[in-house]
C-alpha cells in the first residue's frame, strides 16, 4: 500500500475545507436573512419585493449562454468528444431557452402596450 504524502493530503484536503466553509457561510446568511423578515412582519415593516422574471431570465440566459458556449468550444479543441460534451451542451440549450423566453415575453409586452390593452 502507497502511503500519501503530506502534500497530497493537504492538496485533497483544500476542496473540502473550501466547500464546508462555503456551505456555513451560505447557511447563515440564509438563516439572518429568515429572522429579519421575521422580525420585519412582526414589526408591521415589511415589503414583499416584486420579483423580475424577465431580467432574471435575461441574466441567467446569458450567463449560461456563453458559459455553455466556452465549455463547448474548450471541450471540442481538446478533442473530448464523447459525454463529457454535455458539460458544455447541457447550460447552453439552457441559457439558449431562457433567452428564448426573455424575447418571446418582451415582444408579447410590447404587442399588448400597442393593442391598448
Do not use: E
Not at 458539460?87 to 439558449?96: D, N, V
Request: charge should be positive.
Amino acid at each position: 500500500m502507497i502511503k500519501p504524502s503530506a502534500a497530497q493530503v493537504i492538496i485533497a484536503i483544500i476542496p473540502i475545507v473550501g466547500i464546508v466553509m462555503g456551505s456555513v457561510v451560505v447557511f447563515f446568511y440564509l438563516l439572518w436573512h429568515h429572522r429579519q423578515r421575521i422580525l420585519l412582519i412582526k414589526a408591521g415593516q415589511y415589503q414583499k419585493k416584486p420579483f423580475d422574471l424577465l431580467s432574471f431570465s435575461l441574466l441567467a440566459g446569458l450567463l449560461l449562454v456563453s458559459v455553455g458556449i466556452s465549455l463547448t468550444i474548450f471541450l471540442i479543441v481538446i478533442g473530448d468528444t464523447d459525454h463529457s460534451l454535455l458539460g458544455g451542451i447541457i447550460p447552453l440549450s439552457i441559457g439558449t431557452g431562457l433567452l428564448t423566453y426573455y424575447c418571446i415575453k418582451r415582444c408579447d409586452r410590447g404587442n399588448r402596450s400597442n393593442h391598448g390593452t
